[in-house]
Each structure stands twice: as structure tokens, then as C-alpha cells.
């Protein structure tokens, strides 16, 4: 059930006008439900009820600290993939004990700060990394739990640009390879194999790619078995697609499932690390129209949100909805493009869409709790939004507006 609603024309955000919060905090501004996020964390952890499972969040897709506090009060451990993804969960109040670590290039200083903290598994993306973490763990006294990310070279069948698991990608070591693997893992002194994992992709929208790459997990796992290397966990990443238009991704608990079904009764315990099917729809980005602007080649809506507070339709040609937060129809009918003002013909929200507008109205671009703000930047000098949390009819300030003082913070003028 989705928290934004429609109440007399007007959007809602759970029981907040969407219009009052534009009032109290300006445009644009990331307006998040924490109920959203419950609901979607509730699917994955009943769909797993009954076996042994840890749903790690992927910090990377939304990792404003309300939003992680809100999934760490309601038991998600984390995915993250920066040191500083992991210096966000703790202050969240994120446990350490349920934290991966993904990515392929992590430094040595991220590995031995997360080995202080004991992590639960680093996800290893290659043979060389797993050298170093031995030898930082060496230096540290302790031994690193690790999971080898393997490359299922399956097509996730999403855009190119977040498919994963092929064997072109960068991502995680060639399935060919990965008995060798596991062997070094084996050998080295400080490390301790419990699991196995994958990631294949983002916004995937049938459940074959998943099974694919999860039996070609298993026969790795039963190989390994032969060697005597045990795997307690098998974690298949995140991925699985949302509805932004017509889309008609599997829901949580058939993907969930479809996996069960396929894991049998293995002692295995599952792992996932959702981001988008978390976040996506908990989160709108509200902005307001500056200027009509109609011409003989198009109709502009120029809107105070960019490129640079959403960059997902500039970079994938991902399509969002974008309604009026009030509908109106005494103003100009028209199909608009809904373009900001960054100096880049690629700085659109949305094209050919037809609304009733007047400039000062307010628009709701959806589907922009993940994947949205985390990927803004401050192209053209621009402040980044705020971002706003809505928890029933209270609305909390998660993020305050970044001002200019924020953003020349750290630039110097040369000496005279
Ligand atoms: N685990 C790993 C190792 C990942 O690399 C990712 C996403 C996830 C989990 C979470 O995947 P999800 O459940 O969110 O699909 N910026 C792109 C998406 C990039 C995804 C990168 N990896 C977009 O806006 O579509």
C-alpha cells in the first residue's frame, strides 16, 4: 500500500500534506515515510519467516540516518561499500554484527576498521583483496570472516548500466575461478570462510536471473563441499525491481519464495541486500514550477529541481511518475517537459507529460527514495535538498538544506 495519497486533490505523505511540508521547508525537498520503509523491511522478514535469514539493507541506495535508523529499530542489518557507509550505520545505532561489506576496492584502512568493529562477513570481490584483508587481519590479531562474491555471469536483464553479474563486469570473481579462490581462502591463516554471494544486478524485473545465478551458487556451494570447505551462508545481493510505470516486478514474497523453494532444506542461512525495493517508493521529491516556458518546438516546465537532486532520468533514461501536488485545471493544459535549470539538455525530470500547471504549483516526482538523493551533487553551485522524514502526521527535518557556506567549506583562494 503506498503512504503517498490523494485526500481532496491534495497529496498526502502519510497523514502530512505534502503541500505543507513544501510550506515549512522549501523546494526541492526528499520527503520520506518511515512506514514505507517498515512495510517494505516486514515483506522481506515475513516472507523469510521459519529460516534462518539476515536482511541486509544496501546503505548505498538511501543512506540518510533516519532512514537506517528507522530499518535498524526494525531488526535490518547492512550492506555497505565505503567506510563511510559503515561510519553511517553505527551512528544510526546499526548493529556491526549484521553488516557486509560489499565492493571492490576496499582500502586497508576500511578493512581494519571493520574488523575492530566485527563486522559479520566481508563480501571479497577478488584474489588480490583477499591477500590484503589477510595480512590486515594478520596485523590486527584477528581473522576475517569472508564471503567470496562470485560472477554468475547471468543477464539480469536491466539496463547495462546496472547489470552486474555478467562476466564483462568489474564485480565479483569469475565463477571459472572461484574453487581457486576459496582455496587461497582456505590456506590463508587469517581468514574464515562462512559464505558465498553474488550481486547481479539492479531494477530486475522476473525472478529467472535470480534462480540462475542461486543454482549455479549451489553447485559451487556442493563443490566446495567436496573439498571440505563448509559455506553457512549464501547471500544473493538485491535487485529486485519496483514499479516506477507499468513494470510488473515479482513481488517480495514470490522472489522469496521461488529462492526457498530452490534452497530446499540445505542448512544454509539466506542473505539478501535490498535497496531500491526498500526505498524506491518511500520516498517523493517535491519541487515547484518556476516558468512555463512554451515554444514552438516544446512545452518547458522549468522546475527548481535538477539533474544534480536526481539524476536518475538524465543517466538511465529511467521514466518516474510526476504528478501536481494539487490538481488544478484552470491553468495551462498541456504535455510538458519537466526540465530544471542546470545548463545541460539532459537536465530533465520527465518528458511529455500532460498536467494542468500554473508557475508556483507544486509537483511530486515519485519513486525517488532511493537511487535519489544519495546521487546528487552540487553541479552548477547548487545546495543540495533537504530531506524531510514523515512518521504518521509528524514530519521531522532529516537533513537540513546544504547552504552556500556548506559548499565553499574547505576552498581557498590562492595566496596574494
Ligand atoms: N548489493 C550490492 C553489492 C550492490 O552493488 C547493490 C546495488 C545492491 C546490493 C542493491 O541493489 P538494489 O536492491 O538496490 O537493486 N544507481 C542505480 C542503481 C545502482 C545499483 C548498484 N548496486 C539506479 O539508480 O538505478
Redesign the pocket.
Known sequence: MSMFTRENGALLAEAVPVAEIAQHYGTPTFVYSRAALEQALDEYHSALEGCAHLV?Y?V??NSNLAVLDVLARRGAGF?I?SGGELERVLAAGGDPAKIVF??VGKTPDEMRRALDLGIRCF?VESAAELEVLNTVAGECGKTAPVSI?VNPDVDAKT?P??S?GLKENK?GVDMGQAVDVYRQAKALAHIDIVGV?C?I????TEISPFIDALHRLLSLIDSLANEGIVIRHLDL?????VTYRDEQPPSVAEYLSAIRAEVGDRNLELMF????????NAGILVCKVQYLKQTPGNDFALVDAAMNDF??PA??Q?WVDIQPVHQRNDGIDATWDVVGPVCETADFLGKDRGMNLAEGDLLAVAGAG??GFV?SSNYNTRTRAAEVMVDGDRHFAVRERETLADLLRGEHRLPD
Do not use: W
Open positions: 541486509c544496501a548505498k541506495a550492506d561499500v560489499s565492493g563480501n562474491r539496463h548500466y546496472i552486474t564485480f554471494d550481486h544486478g539492479s531494477q530486475l545481493g538485491g535487485g529486485l525491481g541486500e535490498p535497496g531500491r525495493s526498500i526505498a524506491a539524476i536518475r543517466l538511465y529511467a532511493a537511487y546521487m
